[in-house]
């Protein structure tokens, strides 16, 4: 009796695994919008050195194809889940014939099997899902088609939009111990390099870079109790840095004074930490406490640095 | 292979194997959906019966119960009404017809006054033999000796007296210190014989002079019983130990055929004709602790069929073709008053149990109706067995096969039409030669900048590695891509031989897995 009862035990936490498993695939996670707490998005890498409308296309292109995967997806969704069902149904052909004084496991086999060909479906409809792409990505679609028109004829855009991650343990920069033995990482994530040669002869590099702090995980001992404790890892912060450099084209421009731009002046959530012009090339820095900072703010940077360039007379 | 391709192959791989498996099943005749039922026609109070048997006892062509315990002997009609009974002081009952008059009678052994031995015929008692010297009833037989039938008496001491019908002592034989186990007729050249074993292991055949043809010595016994097996004349003498002993010896001159340890007490031994082959017999064998075994004796020796088991002493074996397909099932009954049935694979089937152990079971037709009569400590019931299936019920593997197989096939359907996810690692590239030069400065400038924030310090370890790695590789690219387009390129990176990744012409170590490259 023991050995039925624990053997029943095990086939219900089984059959509850498996039944919350498809019920979870059916049930498709939707983030509520502005839902609190932080968004996972699609671990993304582009390598960019084409014209900027095909890189548009191109980008659209993308993500049209993982919308196409996950939508053929959806819609079979609930399929795993009736053939659970079906699986249920059929092992109760043999319950009922148990109960008439039969004893078949026959039809309970093949609902075994067809809970098994459920899961192998659940997990490829699971592979079909992706997640939200990161608003970084529209926000570089923003910037290339603001600056689609300043571009060189036939020249590219060069560079790479990563958005795989900007706490990768690849992306650690350095780590340092503090008093108490405590590891802290230091993230550099630079998630937008860009170069361009524009129209009017400048050519200019753009480089965004996320830096973050997080101290890892550690074993702590009470002083009272001598337990020894678990400590999760943290996160410290994050800020966003931006460069801008210009290599200015001397035949057209000359580069202006820098009083109208100065270190410390803010410019959307950025503020200028850095400013130089020596050599005819405009080199500007500039950090934003913010975790995300959206395309109009990087523009504005630019044009900020371009506000600094005088035509000279024809 | 098409992507799309894959998950038909795939499905069509696994429903040809549940279908072979389905068919093993089907044709293989492993599936079948068949029960045993019973219903009571009566019961009656009976504690405790030590023999029971249906039997014609009145010579009226229709069968009677006939029941014994430790203290009565009793006759059911069909219906359950008491025929006759008799009290007796520890009474030990065999049949066997000695008055000659074409109808079985019951002969008992007792200890009444002194030792004793009646004849119930049709109803009367009659007291045969009485202060015999021997003595308490342990075992006794009817043996139709050539010369003549005589009742062979077998004490708790170990001592053998035989009568005859008329009373008269034959012979005597001091057997055994112990008690007598078992008694049986044998054939020994066609001529009957008595086989006999005690307590203490000994076994012998025996014949009508109370001679000892041949006398073996084995572990202590608990059943023996003779039968001829395959019909030539010679019977074979089974026995069971104490200890798990299980030997088949020849009557003839007590070599042994077969033997096998069970593991437990042997508590029962009888013959059931489970395959319903004549020329074979098949022994079905219970132990002290509920464990079941068929053997067949094919003549030379015995191989074990299958095994079973109830959840206690076996307590009686008995045999009935419950379903009339000229095979006998073996119903068991167990101390804790389980009965089941066992069918020629070894299949166990169960049957209402009783609420005290069984006794004794024995089949036969009372008032016409086959019946399964159950003695158990309390009572003794007549039970209709009956056997049911669900027609056709063997080729539901194939159905069920057929469906799991449609399904899978169904699934395939629905992945082959899901696109494949899109590589989320891209590249948007022109190929012109000027476009592939820029990215190419672009990248040795990126690469001079990662390098930079290295000897600043921004930048050390994994993440100047991984940044490098990525790097060089998408320079690896632009090269492949320089020469995919027909243009003249200086190659100037190479593939580590040992973890893959992009280095530098001229480097003689691996910076990412520290192999030795020789480019």
Redesign the interface.
């Known amino acids: 009796m023991e050995v039925l009862l624990c053997g029943g035990g095990i086939a219900a936490i089984v059959v509850l695994v498996i039944f919350f498993y498809l019920l979870n695939t059916a049930r498709k996670k939707v983030p509520a919008a502005g839902a609190i707490g932080k968004k996972n998005y699609?671990?993304?890498?582009?390598?960019?050195?084409?014209?900027p409308m095909?890189?548009l296309q191109?980008?659209n292109r993308?993500k049209a194809?993982?919308q196409?995967?996950e939508t053929?997806?959806d819609k079979?969704r609930w399929?795993p889940m009736l053939?659970f069902f079906?699986g249920i149904g059929?092992a109760l052909i043999d319950g009922l014939?148990i109960l008439?004084?039969?004893?078949?496991l026959?039809?309970s086999?093949?609902g075994l099997?067809?809970w098994i060909?459920a899961i192998?479906?659940a997990r490829?409809?699971r592979?079909?899902d992706?997640l939200d792409f990161s608003p970084r990505y529209e926000g570089l679609k923003h910037i290339l088609y603001t600056l689609r028109d300043d571009l060189r004829p036939?020249?590219?855009f060069?560079?790479?939009l990563d958005l795989t991650g900007s706490m990768l343990?690849?992306?650690?920069?350095?780590?340092a111990k503090d008093t108490q033995n405590r590891t802290t990482n230091y993230?550099?994530d630079?998630w937008l390099?860009l170069?361009a040669?524009l129209y009017d002869g400048n050519v200019i590099?753009i480089s965004a870079v996320q830096k973050s702090k997080k101290r890892a995980s550690y074993t702590k001992r009470s002083r009272i109790s001598g337990k020894y404790k678990m400590k999760p890892e943290k996160f410290k912060g994050t800020m966003q840095d931006l460069k801008v450099r210009i290599v200015v084209n001397p035949e057209m421009y000359q580069i202006g004074s820098s009083s109208t731009l100065s270190a410390g002046q803010n410019i959307g959530k950025y503020t200028v930490t850095a400013l130089s012009t020596e050599g005819g090339i405009i080199n500007l820095a500039a950090s934003s406490p913010f975790e995300e900072v959206e395309h109009e703010n990087i523009l504005g940077v630019i044009q900020s640095a371009y506000s600094l360039l005088q035509r000279k007379a024809a | 292979m098409s992507k799309k391709i894959i998950p038909f192959v795939v499905a069509i791989i696994m429903s040809c194997l549940v279908m072979a498996v389905a068919a093993v099943f089907a044709f293989g005749g492993l599936v079948a959906a068949e029960k045993f039922g019973s219903s009571s026609a009566w019961s009656q109070p009976y504690n405790t019966a030590e023999s029971m048997k249906v039997i014609d006892l009145t010579g009226d062509g229709q069968d009677e119960l006939f029941i014994q315990n430790t203290s009565n002997v009793s006759v059911f009609d069909g219906a359950g009404n008491i025929l006759w009974n008799f009290d007796y002081s520890t009474p030990k009952t065999t049949l066997g017809d000695v008055n000659n008059d074409g109808v079985e009678d019951i002969i008992v052994y007792h200890s009444g006054a002194g030792s004793a031995v009646d004849v119930i015929s049709k109803g009367q008692a009659q007291t045969i033999a009485k202060s015999l010297s021997i003595g308490t009833p342990a075992r006794n037989a009817v043996i139709r000796f050539p010369s003549g039938p005589q009742i062979v008496l077998g004490d708790s001491s170990g001592a053998l007296l035989s009568v005859g019908t008329n009373g008269q002592t034959t012979w005597q034989n001091v057997f055994s210190s112990e008690e007598i186990r078992g008694m049986d007729d044998a054939l020994v050249g066609g001529q009957m014989h008595v086989a006999v074993a005690s307590h203490d292991g000994t076994v012998a055949v025996i014949d009508e002079q109370g001679n000892v043809i041949w006398q073996i010595r084995q572990e202590q016994l608990r059943r023996m019983r003779a039968f001829d097996l395959n019909g030539d004349g010679n019977s074979e003498v089974i026995t069971g130990g104490e200890y798990g002993a299980f030997f088949i010896y020849s009557a003839v001159d007590g070599s042994v055929l077969f033997n096998q340890s069970l593991g437990q007490a042997v508590s029962e031994v009888r013959t059931v004709e489970l395959n319903g082959d004549p020329s074979s017999r098949e022994i079905v064998v219970g132990g002290k602790e509920g464990g079941v075994w068929a053997f067949s004796f094919d003549g030379v020796t015995a191989h074990q069929l299958w095994t079973g088991s109830l959840s206690d002493k076996v307590t009686e074996i008995s045999g009935l073709d419950i379903n009339e397909d000229g095979k006998e099932e073996a119903v068991l009954g167990d101390d804790l008053g389980k009965v089941a049935i066992f069918t020629e694979d070894g299949t166990r089937n169960n049957l209402p149990s009783h609420s005290s152990g069984i006794t004794r079971i024995d089949i036969g037709k009372l008032g016409g109706e086959r019946y399964v009569v159950i003695a158990d400590y309390n009572q003794v019931e007549v039970t209709k067995v009956n056997f049911s299936s669900i027609p056709g019920f063997k080729f539901v593997p194939l159905l069920v096969g057929l469906i799991v197989s449609a399904v899978m096939l169904v699934i395939a359907a629905i992945l082959a039409s899901i696109p494949p996810k899109p590589e989320l690692k891209v590249s948007f590239q022109d190929k012109s030669r000027e476009s592939l030069e820029a990215e190419r400065r672009m990248l040795k400038e990126s690469i001079a900048d990662v390098e930079r924030l290295r000897k600043s310090g921004e930048m050390t370890g994994e993440s100047y590695l991984a940044r490098l790695k990525r790097l060089r590789a998408d320079l690896a690219e632009n090269e492949t891509a320089f020469k995919t387009a027909g243009f003249q390129i200086r190659v100037e990176t190479f593939k580590c031989p040992n973890c893959g990744g992009t280095l530098e012409l001229g480097m003689d170590k691996c910076e990412y897995c520290g192999q030795v490259t020789l480019s």
């Open positions: 699609a671990p993304l890498y582009i390598s960019l050195a084409d014209k095909s890189i191109g980008m993308l194809e993982v196409r995967t053929a997806g079979w399929i053939i079906a059929l014939l008439l004084g039969y004893f078949s026959v039809f086999a093949g099997i067809l060909a192998v479906m490829s409809i592979r079909s992706s036939g020249s590219t060069l560079g790479h343990p690849t992306k650690v920069a350095r780590s993230y550099r630079e390099a170069k040669k590099r």
